[in-house]
């Protein structure tokens, strides 16, 4: 019986922890591969790649747009991006991006100030739904910051008057 029992408790944190994260966010799957999300050839990202002012390759979302969740497509983010580790010299069937980032960008100050408490609220309630409440919390008078961490990611949304922009950003640990 003691040996039995033992085998159960090998095996429970085996089981747990060999578990992959599916790091799918509001329809778009993470674990996806460069050609799959962006529908770019090789070309496109080794160019990219060669740019020394980026650590990253960056391709929009308008290839996999129509699988992208509607509820999170009508809180108003219209850059959405995928970013990719730069300088991979293997096959691009098996990249996937390091992070997703949206963006909401405001024209002025005054866009901003009637527009942006607005959509914070919608974008919070939406990833509360989702992920529960952000670990971080911190709001002052010209920008707010909130955070959710997962074993296997990490969400940031920021709100900033002085880039005129709130931006969600996804991040594979």
Known sequence: MKKYILII??????????????HKIFGIDLNSDWYSLTNKQKFAY????QDKNSNFVVSDCDY???KIDAKFLSLGFKELLLIFP???EGDLNSLSPVMFLARISYDNIN???????NDMTKTLSFLKDEYGEAKLNMIRDKFSVYKWEGVYYEIILT??????TTTLMYTKK
């Open 86 to 88: 730069k300088g991979y």
């Open 111 to 117: 866009d901003y100030a009637s527009k942006s408490i």
């Open 46 to 49: 080794w160019k990219q790649s």
């Open 9 to 22: 408790f090998f095996f429970i944190p085996l089981l747990c922890f060999s578990q992959a994260n599916s």
């Open 159 to 164: 709100c900033r008057e002085d880039e005129l």
């Open 64 to 66: 996999i747009h129509n």
